[in-house]
Nanobody, 119 residues
């Protein structure tokens, strides 16, 4: 059974920074794509950033230049460094990984971590 556990959310003032982490555990053979999505109240879930096994990454337009995604394959962990945070970044952030495990290829989600940007 694969499990994704997120950490690092919290409350921060506008202009501040936070770093999110998401670690996968279980019978994992390989992880292709790792990513972060977010969902604000009353809005659809949207892509924040994702990083592929080769290291290339893409970002949502609203976070380009402010957020940086990275991964540690040895630890099955993905990070999201968020700088210059804005109130509109307030949302629940979800980790996502597409991987090959003992159960085959599948997409997994974390439980979500709240990020609140407020003065």
């Amino acid at each position: 059974q694969v499990q994704l556990v997120e950490s690092g959310g919290g409350v921060v003032q506008p202009g501040g920074s936070l770093r999110l982490s998401c670690a996968a555990s279980g019978s994992i053979f390989s992880i292709d794509t790792m990513g972060w999505y977010r969902q604000a109240p009353g809005k659809e879930r949207e892509l924040v950033a994702r990083i592929f096994s080769g290291g290339s990454a893409n970002y949502g337009d609203s976070v380009q230049g402010r957020f940086t995604i990275s991964r540690d394959n040895a630890k099955n962990t993905v990070y999201l460094q968020m700088n210059s945070l804005k109130p509109e970044d307030t949302a629940v952030y979800y980790c996502n990984m597409f991987m090959r495990s003992l159960s085959g290829y599948a997409n997994y989600w974390g439980q979500g971590t709240q990020v609140t940007v407020s003065s």
